[in-house]
């Protein structure tokens, strides 16, 4: 792999990773809901299922959902469960770890970080459509002539650090809103608007079709 390829390949992650996605709106609402500390293990948990959708794409996987239309739907209803269920959760939900807290002061959230890791990993690798987009996309940039395994793990290297990056901006930027949310009416919008694209999100990874 050459320098420009790297820059190539670069630039391209930047513009993937910087659009929005439901794995930047779960890591805001983590940040807003339950601290921007337990957003970062939400952000580990996306990251990893990243590095796992790489790791199947790389296995096969992608092939096998082109071309069996049932695998390709079952994963995609599950992931589309997920977030709508997701959205519904966020919609309903009434509060904040900033509540009740008196300005500057800190308290431990009550969820615990393994749930949120979790939660992340699943909202991460909801989407079946990234094992077949990673398994085109990884081959443009890889030269057929060297070694597949260095390559790969430049690549998925370069991915997962930019995407964690990202992730973590968004979860420390977003809980500096904290303070302008600590009314109790502002935070049930930002919940009624972020559960609904949640509840977007996953009612059109319903409806999306395997790419022909």
Known sequence: MTLSTYLLYLAAVALL??????????????SLQHGPRKAMAAAAGSVSAVLGTMLLSALGLGALLAASETAFWILKAAG???LIWLGI???????????????????????PAHRLFVQGLIVGGSN?????FFTAFFPQFLNPALSFAPQFAILAATFVAFEFTVLTLCALGVARLAPALRSGNRMRWFNRISGGLFTLMGSLLLVTRRAA
């Open 80 to 82: 589309a469960a997920y």
């Open 17 to 30: 990773v910087l659009s929005p996605g439901p794995t930047m709106l779960m890591c805001m609402t983590t």
């Open 89 to 111: 959760k966020t919609f309903r939900s009434q509060g904040t770890v900033f509540d009740q807290m008196p300005e500057g002061a800190t308290a431990a959230p009550a969820v």
């Open 128 to 132: 079946p459509k990234a094992i077949l």
